[in-house]
């Protein structure tokens, strides 16, 4: 790999609809992308961090700031000494502590360049085994349940082959009983409650058993293993942790402890593909099934977590939707739903996409040359 330098790029982009969650409401996706330049050849990275620390501890300005002072200097270290790949560059990030969403970027805009350059794709690469993944839809808290049924009733004439619905205390038993009531027991249907509720809640939420949920979400805080194992044994619901899987490791223990029997994986929340493909490794060998987490990423990132998607213990529907469930305008080719609800993988080398530039300066808020 021939690296030049790294680009930082900030894009504002906006969402279809405002998507609530229990932690705050997004109108509009404020985006750190990372191309990496070789001769001839780039790769792209897309950063989920969100503009502020709601959903974890890290945002757009800080992984900024990281990336430029903290994990560039171990970029231009393995360049100057010719060993720059992306498994070594993983090894050499780790004595810098957090910042996964960073380094997921960075990492990502690597590997999309080496594997642009030897003609393959993320999906080849990371070990795919369908051409084609199933596509669920995150549905934020809505103002009125009358609202969230046409949102649903309107995902689900799409094609959409699982609901999600986001949770709150004040927005939970009376949504799902609201959405299982018309749209019938054979809905897949999930909810999601990114840490809003405590331990204290678990009779109320035990209140969810009777309507048959794929899963629940992330309930408690994210560092409350022992009591998501608590949970699990009060309700008969299925608890699946997002923020708590921070790495391979951290799967392991949650699956030990008995906190978790479903796993979404979000390969930013763990520092790349590479750890994602572990967490995912971790998981079959426990026979915990996963599906992949989303971030409303755009289509670069959505392209490398349909790939990942492929894999064989993927076997429930991801967030990974369509394009136009997030934006009127993608800055890739847009992501589309077949007949099935699926979303194919793209089949050209590296990510597969490549985003349009004219659209991209745009929309670009800021840029910044790093070189090596
Ligand atoms: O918890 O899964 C989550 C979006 C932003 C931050 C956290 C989450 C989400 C989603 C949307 O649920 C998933 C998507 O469609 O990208
Ligand atoms: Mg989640």
Redesign the pocket.
């Known amino acids: 790999m021939n690296l030049r330098g790294l680009e930082l790029r900030r894009i504002a982009l906006p969402l279809v609809s405002p ?1 609530r ?1 229990s ?1 705050g409401t ?1 109108t509009a996706r404020d985006v750190l992308l990372v191309r990496a330049a070789g001769d001839g050849a780039e790769g792209w990275g897309e950063c ?1 961090a ?1 503009s502020e620390p709601l ?1 974890s501890s890290e945002h757009v300005d800080g992984a900024a700031e990281v990336i430029r002072r903290f994990l560039l200097p171990e970029v231009v270290a393995l360049a100057k000494a010719g060993e720059l790949t992306v498994p070594r560059l993983e090894s050499s990030l780790e004595r810098i502590k957090g910042h996964p969403m960073a380094k997921a970027a960075v990492l990502t805009a690597l590997l999309d360049l080496s594997l642009r350059e030897s003609g393959t794709s993320f999906g080849t690469y990371l070990g795919a085994v369908r051409p084609t993944v199933p596509a ?3 549905v ?1 808290i809505m103002s009125s349940i009358p609202e969230l049924l046409d949102a649903v009733d309107g995902y689900r004439a799409q094609g959409y082959v699982r609901i ?1 619905l ?1 949770i709150e205390p004040g927005w939970d038993v009376d949504a799902v009983r609201a959405v299982r009531e018309r749209f019938g027991d054979d809905l897949l249907l999930q909810v ?1 409650a ?1 840490t809003a509720y405590t331990l204290a809640d678990a009779r109320h939420l035990a209140r969810l058993d009777p309507f048959d949920l794929l899963l629940i ?2 309930p408690l805080p994210e560092d409350d293993l022992r009591g998501h194992a608590a949970l699990a044994r009060l309700i008969r619901t299925p608890v699946c942790l ?2 708590s899987i921070t790495s391979a490791r951290a799967a392991a223990d949650a699956i030990a402890l008995g906190a978790t029997s479903v796993v ?1 994986v ?1 390969p930013g929340r763990v520092g790349g593909y590479l750890e994602a493909r572990r967490v995912h490794d971790v998981c079959a060998a426990n026979g915990v099934p996963v599906w992949c ?5 755009t289509g670069l990132g959505r392209a490398a977590n349909v790939a990942l998607a492929a894999l064989p213990n993927f076997t429930l529907p991801g ?3 369509a394009s136009d ?2 934006f009127a305008r993608d800055i890739t080719e847009p992501f589309v739903l077949d007949d099935a609800g699926h979303v194919a993988l793209p089949t050209g080398p590296g990510l597969g996409v490549t985003p349009d530039l004219d659209y991209l300066t745009e929309i670009t808020t800021a840029t910044e040359w790093l070189p090596l």
């Open positions: 998507f969650t932690f997004e989920v969100m959903y669920g839809v995150s934020g999600k986001k999601d990114n979400e992330q997002d923020e979404n979000k987490g989303g971030m409303l990423e967030d990974t939707s469930r997030y």
